[in-house]
């Protein structure tokens, strides 16, 4: 029984370096002083994001609606939830993210008005969110009316796009390892959104990640909660599937 | 609305411990220096000043200046010798104020 915990914890423990799995966080990538920002709470700026969250979350939005503890509990009652998003949305028919999904529960349940993209409010919540499931893999529900997303999703990631007429691809798998201007080429493995980024010098989106991609090769991003990029999302989750969720993650 | 901030440190401490307090709190740290989309400098508006006091008593200050990043956090000891209060106060321009007070045990 001993010998069978002991491997158990030494296999979550290398969840992502399982011999034969090439795929690398961010995190790795990273220098000492910015891998300690983000394994030390007291240090990670992100934190004050999940703390507003915290707020947020025990807070009626208006006088006739209930927070989002007076349906959902604690906010571990979430655990596992960021874990497997992008999700099936029955109403819409049709994928959404994490942070569509909190706005919508937040127009539907809350009768409020829609969030624009990268709010700071929507951002503190959905960091709180992907908190509860930090350390779990990344487990994207197998259902069946996702897979032809998924698929456009991975088309999408390997279509030359802009007037550099690259792709995801071409970057983060053929030259990841590399480096552009000086710095290192990640993987791209989507494991800790929302993201504490120093250059931003602030809290941003996987959205706003993609669309600074996008705008570096010429090319239109894609809007915030589009079909586009909930698409390769789904495919960055499928591609990530089984690596440990970091949110709130630290990169530079 | 007051700015957050992320304070830590030990809830107990030994008498005459010598503790780690970290403080961040959440200021964009504006330098002053950097063009708004209009093409005009943005006005500077970062945090001066940065008081702890122990007791009523200042144990530790510093001063910033427009080079500090964003959402700063500090670090520092100091050595506990009586159960109390730490007094944290931030000072900026456009007469930014906040103190933040926590509890400290020593046994």
Redesign the interface.
């Known amino acids: 029984m001993r010998l069978r915990a002991a491997v158990l914890a030494l296999l979550a423990a290398s969840a992502w370096a399982a011999p034969g799995d090439a795929r690398r966080s961010g995190f790795e990538d990273m220098g000492p002083a910015t891998q300690a920002m983000q394994r030390d709470d007291?240090?990670n700026?992100a934190?004050?994001w999940a703390?507003?969250g915290e707020q947020l979350w025990a807070r009626a939005p208006s006088a006739s609606a209930r927070s989002c503890a007076g349906c959902h509990g604690e906010p571990s009652s979430l655990r596992g939830v960021a874990a497997r998003y992008p999700a099936w949305d029955e109403v819409l028919a049709r994928p959404v993210d994490l942070s569509t999904r909190i706005d919508l529960c937040r127009q539907r349940h809350q009768g409020q008005p829609a969030w624009t993209a990268e709010h700071e409010e929507l951002l503190a919540l959905e960091t709180l969110v992907g908190l509860q499931s930090r350390g779990l893999p990344i487990a994207p529900r197998p259902d069946p009316r996702l897979a032809p997303h998924v698929a456009r999703g991975e088309a999408l990631f390997r279509q030359r796009m802009g007037q550099l007429a690259l792709s995801c691809a071409q970057c983060h798998e053929e030259h990841a390892g590399g480096k552009l201007a000086g710095s290192p080429i990640p993987q791209g493995h989507a494991t800790g959104y929302p993201i504490y980024r120093?250059e931003w010098?602030?809290l941003g989106s996987l959205w706003r990640r993609v669309r600074g991609c996008m705008t570096g090769v010429r090319a239109e991003p894609f809007a915030a909660g589009s079909i586009e990029f909930t698409e390769l999302e789904l495919y960055l989750a499928a591609r990530a599937t089984g690596m440990p969720v970091e949110t709130p993650a630290v990169r530079p | 609305m007051a700015a957050?901030?992320?304070i830590?440190f030990p809830a107990t401490a030994r008498r005459g411990e010598a503790i780690q307090v970290?403080v961040?709190i959440?200021h964009?740290?504006e330098s002053g220096f950097r063009p708004g989309m209009d093409g005009k400098p943005i006005p500077r508006d970062i945090l001066r000043r940065f008081t702890c006091r122990y007791n009523g008593e200042t144990v530790f200050g510093a001063e910033l200046s427009p080079a500090i990043?964003?959402?700063p956090?500090l670090s520092f000891h100091l050595v506990a010798d009586q159960s109390g209060t730490l007094e944290f106060e931030w000072q900026g321009d456009r007469g930014f104020a906040q103190v933040e007070r926590r509890p400290l045990q020593v046994a």
Request: aromatic share 4%; no cysteine; charged share 15%.
């Open positions: 007291a240090m700026p934190m004050l703390a507003e120093l010098q602030g | 957050r901030t992320l830590q970290r961040t959440a964009g740290m990043a964003a959402n956090f």
